[in-house]
């Protein structure tokens, strides 16, 4: 019979005014590695913080045996030396600190060289991580750095990283602790369709390596090597079952569209009317790079009005960055021929006027976004385009910003802080912010990232019924075809900082 790795008994977890569980019952045996599934805000991700000891338990109590038995075989361990150092958690956010060590980056210090340069490389933030001591070592920086395929990043700094970048930089970290309980929540968002692709293999060796891993993931993605599924339902885990009698295709969340269509008309055309543009983005011959090393080369590149395009290619293609030359943020655009609204780039428009007719989210926004406004005002704010909410609130936006909340379904969330909702939820706030001004263009950078089944249907179903009601013109980023709106017919492919169709 196997032994316990870990087990979860009876215990009782509240945070903030809220209660996560209840009276919840959970073990892992030695040789069990387990996928976590359920909609958004289910507590998945709860649950995995919980194991790592990020939430006060107030009832009932964790057993961690594989602490125990460390312990037990460990000659020399010093005080204090608890189990968290042998749990590694990926989480969704990334707290990256500068070079001093004494704040976390903002968003837009990635496309300011003088900013980024206060920032690590990938070599030297792996080599500051420690492994467990007084355990044997099996993880080390050429073993990472070869799975997760960083070689050509070494020298890259964490802030120019893109989203899959940083993603593939985190696990690697985790490893090189070399723990005995490895948890990964949603690892597959933000990779590419090759990295996918290739996730098996990297869990089938980290789990070879000893290591026990608990992964939070769609029911459509969950690993080979896993072998016990737990389906989570308003913070109760309602069934547990080997992964060989669990079948995804039963796992389907209702997506029927209950969208208004009037209310969405009536939000669409509350804008007063707005100038016609000949080009929204024109693009010649565009060529950015930092340092030696080119980011993109011959980009050309026409947007026109009402056109909706599909922005794709694989992780480090440079997407993120020929956004930002469009969304105001990348000082690279003077030096380039680019026409944003019919105006030339550094012929005296503001960063402010650009961005005044654009609607923006992607995962580094997310990423940077202040959390201590509420819902509310955190959508409210993309009338002025500002991270969060700086001046009092104004009756009328705020009762539209509401509208936006009931649309994308999230309106319970309106007075409750950005931090202390489940991260589906804030994504889709950010995205109600993007909406709220209607802009003569929206970009969405992997909008769908953390979203359920049913949340990722019903906003593709949003779009393409915003596009059927309006000429607004659309940039859309994914790694996942089934993600892209219907509204969509036009493609740019980039790899390598190249058009390659």
Same mark, same amino acid.
């Given at each position: 019979?196997?032994?316990?790795?870990?087990?979860?008994?009876?215990?009782?977890?509240?945070?903030?005014?809220?209660?996560?569980?209840?009276?919840?019952?959970?073990?892992?045996?030695?040789?069990?590695?387990?996928?976590?599934?359920?909609?958004?805000?289910?507590?998945?991700?709860?649950?995995?913080?919980?194991?790592?000891?990020?939430?006060?338990?107030?009832?009932?109590?964790?057993?961690?045996?594989?602490?125990?038995?460390?312990?037990?075989?460990?000659?020399?361990?010093?005080?204090?030396?608890?189990?968290?150092?042998?749990?590694?958690?990926?989480?969704?956010?990334?707290?990256?600190?500068?070079?001093?060590?004494?704040?976390?980056?903002?968003?837009?210090?990635?496309?300011?060289?003088?900013?980024?340069? &206060?920032?690590?490389?990938?070599?030297?933030?792996?080599?500051?991580?420690?492994?467990?001591?007084?355990?044997p070592v099996y993880w080390?920086?050429?073993?990472?750095?070869?799975?997760?395929?960083?070689?050509?990043?070494?020298?890259?700094?964490?802030?120019?990283?893109?989203?899959?970048?940083?993603?593939?930089?985190?696990?690697?970290?985790?490893?090189?602790?070399?723990?005995?309980?490895?948890?990964?929540?949603?690892?597959?968002?933000?990779?590419?369709?090759?990295?996918?692709?290739?996730? &098996?293999?990297?869990?089938?060796?980290?789990?070879?390596?000893?290591?026990?891993?608990?992964?939070?993931?769609?029911?459509?993605?969950?690993?080979?090597?896993?072998?016990?599924?737990?389906?989570?339902?308003?913070?109760?885990?309602?069934?547990?079952?080997?992964?060989?009698?669990?079948?995804?295709?039963?796992?389907?969340?209702?997506?029927?569209?209950?969208?208004?269509?009037?209310?969405?008309?009536?939000?669409?055309?509350?804008?007063?009317?707005?100038?016609?543009?000949?080009?929204?983005?024109?693009?010649?011959?565009?060529?950015?790079?930092?340092? &030696?090393?080119?980011i993109l080369d011959k980009?050309?590149?026409?947007?026109?009005?009402?056109?909706?395009?599909?922005?794709?290619?694989?992780?480090?293609?440079?997407?993120?960055?020929?956004?930002?030359?469009?969304?105001?943020?990348?000082?690279?655009?003077?030096?380039?021929?680019?026409?944003?609204?019919?105006?030339?780039?550094?012929?005296?428009?503001?960063?402010?006027?650009?961005?005044?007719?654009?609607?923006?989210?992607?995962?580094?926004?997310?990423?940077?976004?202040?959390?201590?406004?509420?819902?509310?005002?955190?959508?409210?704010?993309?009338?002025?385009?500002?991270?969060?909410?700086?001046?009092?609130?104004?009756?009328?936006?705020?009762?539209?910003?509401?509208?936006?909340?009931?649309?994308?379904?999230?309106?319970?969330?309106?007075?409750?802080?950005?931090?202390?909702?489940?991260?589906?939820?804030?994504?889709?706030?950010?995205?109600?912010?993007?909406?709220?001004?209607n802009p003569a263009l929206?970009?969405?950078?992997?909008?769908?990232?953390?979203?359920?089944?049913?949340?990722?249907?019903?906003?593709?179903?949003?779009?393409?019924?915003?596009?059927?009601?309006?000429?607004?013109?659309?940039?859309?980023?994914?790694?996942?075809?089934?993600?892209?709106?219907?509204?969509?017919?036009?493609?740019?492919?980039? &790899?390598?900082?190249?058009?390659?169709?």
């Amino acid at each position: 019979m196997s032994q316990p790795l870990f087990s979860i008994n009876h215990i009782t977890v509240r945070y903030l005014n809220n209660t996560l569980f209840t009276n919840l019952n959970f073990e892992v045996n030695h040789g069990e590695q387990w996928a976590l599934i359920g909609e958004s805000g289910s507590g998945k991700s709860a649950l995995l913080r919980t194991i790592a000891g990020g939430f006060n338990i107030t009832g009932g109590d964790i057993s961690y045996h594989f602490f125990d038995e460390f312990i037990n075989k460990a000659t020399s361990a010093e005080s204090p030396f608890t189990y968290h150092k042998l749990i590694a958690l990926v989480e969704g956010r990334h707290h990256f600190k500068n070079l001093s060590n004494t704040t976390e980056f903002y968003y837009q210090q990635r496309y300011n060289s003088a900013d980024s340069e &206060d920032a690590l490389t990938v070599e030297e933030y792996l080599h500051i991580i420690e492994a467990v001591p007084h355990k044997p070592v099996y993880w080390n920086f050429e073993k990472v750095t070869r799975l997760l395929k960083l070689n050509d990043l070494q020298d890259k700094q964490l802030i120019k990283l893109s989203n899959g970048e940083t993603k593939r930089l985190r696990i690697a970290a985790a490893l090189l602790k070399n723990p005995a309980l490895l948890l990964l929540d949603n690892p597959l968002t933000g990779l590419d369709i090759q990295t996918r692709n290739e996730f &098996d293999l990297i869990i089938d060796e980290i789990i070879a390596s000893g290591i026990t891993v608990i992964i939070a993931t769609s029911a459509h993605e969950i690993p080979a090597a896993i072998t016990h599924v737990a389906i989570l339902k308003e913070g109760k885990i309602i069934q547990n079952i080997p992964k060989k009698e669990f079948d995804p295709a039963l796992f389907i969340q209702d997506s029927g569209d209950e969208i208004d269509n009037s209310e969405l008309k009536a939000l669409v055309k509350a804008s007063a009317a707005k100038p016609v543009y000949k080009f929204i983005v024109k693009m010649n011959g565009v060529h950015v790079k930092y340092g &030696d090393k080119v980011i993109l080369d011959k980009i050309n590149w026409q947007i026109l009005p009402g056109e909706r395009w599909a922005l794709l290619g694989p992780n480090g293609a440079g997407k993120s960055t020929l956004l930002s030359l469009i969304n105001g943020d990348n000082p690279q655009a003077y030096a380039n021929d680019i026409i944003l609204f019919d105006k030339k780039r550094g012929t005296g428009e503001s960063i402010w006027d650009i961005k005044s007719k654009i609607g923006f989210v992607s995962p580094e926004l997310h990423q940077y976004f202040p959390t201590d406004n509420s819902c509310l005002q955190v959508i409210e704010s993309g009338y002025y385009d500002t991270l969060g909410l700086f001046r009092p609130s104004h009756k009328t936006k705020a009762e539209t910003a509401l509208r936006w909340m009931k649309a994308l379904e999230i309106e319970k969330y309106a007075r409750v802080l950005l931090k202390n909702i489940p991260a589906s939820a804030q994504r889709l706030c950010l995205l109600a912010r993007a909406l709220i001004k209607n802009p003569a263009l929206l970009i969405f950078d992997e909008p769908c990232q953390g979203l359920d089944e049913h949340q990722q249907h019903h906003f593709k179903t949003l779009v393409d019924t915003i596009c059927g009601l309006s000429n607004v013109t659309l940039i859309y980023v994914t790694h996942y075809q089934h993600e892209i709106p219907d509204s969509v017919t036009n493609v740019l492919r980039l &790899d390598k900082g190249f058009v390659v169709s």
